[in-house]
């Protein structure tokens, strides 16, 4: 991942003003496919995105940052419970 997106989201997250992230940076934070991430919203699993504009969308960033915590979360707790 790009250093100076994960650094923005965080500077921007702690001054509580919202990141917006366009799909290309939520795919690279992610390492999911465009694909995986639409199932996984359809789903219920991932964060949905916000509408900027009538042909634009957006994540809020802190979201997706939350989403990869309780990934790695659940990791995390599978292998305490082996």
């Not at 690279?28 to 639409?38: A, G, H, P």
């Not at 042909?55 to 659940?74: C, D, N, Y």
Request: glycine share 6%.
């Amino acid at each position: 991942m790009d250093q100076q997106i994960f650094d923005s989201i965080i500077k921007q997250a702690e001054s509580g003003r919202p990141v917006i992230l366009k799909l290309p940076e939520v795919i690279e934070i992610c390492r999911l496919s465009k694909t995986t991430i639409y199932r996984d919203m359809r789903a219920g699993t991932f964060p949905k995105p916000i509408r900027l504009t009538k042909r634009s969308t957006g994540w809020v960033g802190h979201e997706i940052i939350e989403w990869l915590a309780k990934q790695i979360k659940a990791r995390s707790a599978q292998g305490q419970m082996r």
